[in-house]
Each structure stands twice: as structure tokens, then as C-alpha cells.
């Protein structure tokens, strides 16, 4: 590839989104392009952001990636890609490339670029060139392909208690699988050798990169059905702990397809993962950048294998596990054979902050209460609970918001909080009676086991 990159800005956002801005050298002058990227997505198709010569062109793109790290934005994209310190706000408007942690420009070394550019950078006399990455693979996007797998998806149902997992966990018939956090995906290579990635819908999806030549190594016509996530070096997912979490990864939790496996998706389950077993090497942490970027989701088939895995995925606060029938064959619907446990469910007894309307049959009354949680004398929103309320408790939220109160304490259902300190997937349960439960009481150690700002 020509080395026509001059210059770069780009960041990762505390979310572990990803901006970057290339200025490149170009038959007529130069040209800056900008392009995003979510955690656990490929880079999206670029957007030029300018053109012209070199002056104004990395004046306006700097004015546009100072704009990306501003401090108070939902996405600030202040950490370096290669890592280190979260950087200040990028200088805005600077004809120059500055010396600063979030760019890189023609002929400095080459440790504040990411490696995957260093190839196309353009160097100065003397300077040791980057290693040129391995070939693309030959991959299928979105709109470009009528893929012919992918079309059939299997969901759970959900456990309902403790004790009817711990029942599970006693019968041969259930096998174990770790439940991961990251975006629902099948990873197919076809019979001319085409990767192409589908999600739940079976529409095709852009497949990152690295994921895409790791899955050309797998013989034509196979299947995998799995996850793509991010996470950090000890499996915790980026919904959990931010930008902290930089390996992205395929976790395949079934095999669809494969020549080895004539009867596919209806082979028995225990066949099927038995497979899959063999073919990848396994997700465990702790985990490093550059290792497999295809692995086999954690399983286990006997009592004490499962009662094993459970412990070591609740040890590093796990999302679940999935029970699966050893002997269904892959449904591709929403089946009993599959069920869930959400490990991280979880009660919390927060303040109430404020109120809003609903829409549709709630558009008249309360849709949703701002909740929080005490950090030592401050008290912080933690967000809304808007579902699960009943009608009863819907009139008596309203009651105090026609009132003018708030600052009294609600248990609401979640998955605890994410690395910004916001309430996943919340329901409301009920409120708590007047002198129940004082408010002072309702604090991120308490109530979630760890301090606030934790991952930040």
C-alpha cells in the first residue's frame, strides 16, 4: 500500500467508541478523512472533512477532533489508541500538528500511531518502516452479497430463580455455557472462501477486520454463532468497566456449519459444542491483545464442570450463564432447549431525583423516575427506571410529583451499573414506606459494592 498517511488524530472514548481523522497525501494535495467506530464494531466508511493543501487541511481537522474531546461530552475521546493516560482537549484550529498524546504527524516516531497504520505512514530519512499487516481476507459487506447462511437464530428463554438453576445444575440432560455481553452475530465463510457476518436478523453486518482473517483459516461452508465483544484483559465486558476494555474478540458459542458435521444444525447440542470445542481455543481470561480473535465460549457438561465454571465466572463478575439441552438440535427460534441466568440481576434501593411523562397508554402520567445514589454527601443520578411499575404505583409516583416531593427511596430491579455509573436495564418493584429506609442509606457501596466513579 502507498505510504500517503501524514498525519492522524484519534482517540477512545471512556465507552471504548473510537474517532480518528487520517490527512492524507494525495495526486492533487492533501485530504483529511474521519471515521468512527464503536467497541465492538469495524471502522464505519469514512467522511472527508476537508481537502486543499496541507495548512488548511490539518486546521480544519484539527477544529474538528478538538471538538471530539471536549470535557463534558457524552463521548470524549481522550484516551490514546496505543494506550496510556487519559490526554487534554486537543488544541483547536492549529495549522501545525502539535506535540500532543492524541496524534501523530509525518516523520515523528511512530509510537503515538496505531500499528495498524504504521505501514502506510510516511516516514523520514532513515526511519524503520512498519510491518505491512497480513493480506485482507476476502470479505462481504453490507448490500453486497445475498448471504445464503445466517437466517436461522436460536434465543433463550430465562431461568426463573436460583433454585431452578441449582436443579439444573444436577441433571445430565443441561450442559453449561458462559452468557457474554457484547453484540449477537453469526461468522460464515462460504463455499468460494467469502467471510460475511450477519446479526439477528440475518441481515449482513461488517465483520472487524482481524475477526474477518481469523475466520479465513476455517474450512468453506462453516458457521459459527456467537458474540463479538470487548473486553479487558481479565474478560469484563466494556459495558462494565469502558476504556478500559480493548480486546475485541468473536466468542463462538455454537457451530452451525462445518464440513466434519454433515447433519448441522441438526446435530445434537452436545455434538455441536463438542465440535466447536475442538476447533478453537478456549475464552479464557486473562486474556491479551494480538491472541486469537476466534475462541470457543467457556462450557462444561458434568456437575462438578458446571458448579467449576459458575464459580470462576461469578469470581471475575461474569454476565451468566445459559443452560442448553444436550440433546436439542439448533431450533432457530426462541426455545426452552436454551436458558439464560443472569447473574448480575440484582435489587437496589435508590432516591428519587425527579419525574417524566410517559408516552402511548402512559402519555397522562408518570413514564419513568430519575433515581440516585449517595457518594459521600453528594447525591448522583444513577438514571431511570421507567418500566415494570405497576398502575397503583404509577398513581402513587404521580401523587408526589403533583406534590413537588422526591428524595425517597424506591427498589428498582437491574444489572447493576455500567462503567458510567448508569442503571442497566431497570424495572421498577416498589416503594418503600415513609421512614422505611432512610435515603442516606441508599450508597454506591451499599447498594452496587463499589464506589462511584470507579472506571472512570
Known amino acids: 500500500m ?86 487534554s482537549p486537543f488544541p483547536k484550529g492549529g495549522t501545525v500538528m502539535p506535540d500532543h498524546p492524541l496524534c501523530w504527524a509525518e516523520g515523528r516516531p511512530l509510537d503515538r500511531l496505531p500499528a495498524e497504520l504504521h505501514h502506510r505512514a510516511v516516514l523520514a530519512a532513515g526511519q524503520q518502516a512498519g510491518t505491512p499487516p497480513s493480506p485482507a481476507p476476502v470479505v462481504a459487506v453490507a448490500g453486497a452479497l445475498h448471504p445464503t447462511m445466517g437466517q436461522e437464530v436460536m434465543l433463550c428463554e430465562t431461568i426463573p430463580d436460583a433454585a431452578e438453576l441449582e436443579l439444573m445444575l444436577c441433571l445430565d440432560q443441561w450442559m453449561m455455557t458462559e452468557k457474554m455481553e457484547g453484540d449477537r452475530a453469526q461468522l460464515h465463510i462460504d463455499e468460494d472462501g467469502v467471510v460475511y457476518m450477519t446479526n439477528r436478523s440475518g441481515g449482513l ?62 446435530a445434537s447440542q452436545i455434538r455441536r459444542l463438542g465440535l466447536l470445542a475442538q476447533l478453537l481455543p478456549a475464552f479464557q481470561p486473562p486474556l491479551g491483545n494480538g491472541g486469537p480473535a476466534i475462541r470457543c465460549v467457556g462450557h462444561a457438561f458434568t456437575e462438578a464442570g458446571k458448579r467449576m465454571l459458575l464459580a470462576e465466572i461469578r469470581q471475575r463478575y461474569g454476565e451468566g450463564v445459559v443452560m442448553r439441552n444436550a440433546a436439542a438440535r439448533y431450533e432457530g427460534r426462541r426455545s426452552h432447549s436454551w436458558q439464560r ?56 409516583l404521580q401523587a408526589a410529583w403533583d406534590d413537588q416531593r422526591t428524595g425517597y427511596v424506591v427498589v428498582i430491579k437491574c444489572y447493576g451499573l455500567s462503567f458510567a455509573d448508569q442503571v442497566i436495564r431497570p424495572s421498577g418493584v416498589r416503594i418503600r414506606a415513609a421512614g422505611d429506609k432512610s435515603p442516606r442509606e441508599c450508597r454506591f457501596e451499599s447498594e452496587i459494592g463499589r464506589s462511584y466513579g470507579a472506571f472512570r
Open 205 to 266: 453486518v461488517n465483520c472487524p477486520p482481524h475477526i474477518a482473517l481469523a475466520m479465513e483459516s476455517m474450512p468453506p461452508n462453516t458457521s459459527f454463532d456467537g458474540e463479538v465483544i470487548t473486553v479487558d484483559r481479565e474478560g469484563a465486558a466494556q459495558l462494565y468497566v469502558g476504556g478500559r476494555a480493548n480486546i475485541q474478540l468473536f466468542v463462538a458459542f455454537d457451530l452451525l456449519a462445518h464440513p466434519d458435521m454433515p447433519d448441522g444444525m441438526g
Open 341 to 396: 441466568f443472569c447473574d448480575r440481576e440484582r435489587t437496589v434501593d435508590a432516591v428519587v431525583l425527579s419525574y417524566k411523562h410517559g408516552t402511548g397508554k402512559f402519555a397522562n402520567t408518570v413514564g419513568g423516575v430519575e433515581v440516585g445514589l449517595y457518594d459521600g454527601a453528594t447525591l448522583r443520578s444513577i438514571g431511570w427506571a421507567g418500566s415494570g411499575w405497576t398502575d397503583a404505583q404509577r398513581g402513587e
Open 2 to 87: 502507498t505510504r500517503n498517511l501524514c498525519g492522524f488524530m484519534g482517540g477512545v472514548a471512556e465507552s471504548g467508541a473510537r474517532f480518528k481523522i487520517e490527512i492524507l497525501k494525495t495526486a492533487s494535495g492533501y485530504a483529511a478523512l474521519s471515521s468512527s467506530a464503536g467497541g465492538s464494531s469495524a471502522w464505519a466508511a469514512p467522511t472527508t472533512v476537508a481537502e486543499g493543501d496541507l495548512a488548511t487541511v490539518t486546521k480544519k481537522a484539527a477544529t474538528k477532533f478538538a471538538g471530539k474531546t471536549v470535557p463534558g461530552r457524552d463521548r470524549a475521546y481522550t484516551r490514546p489508541m496505543g494506550g496510556g493516560p487519559v490526554a
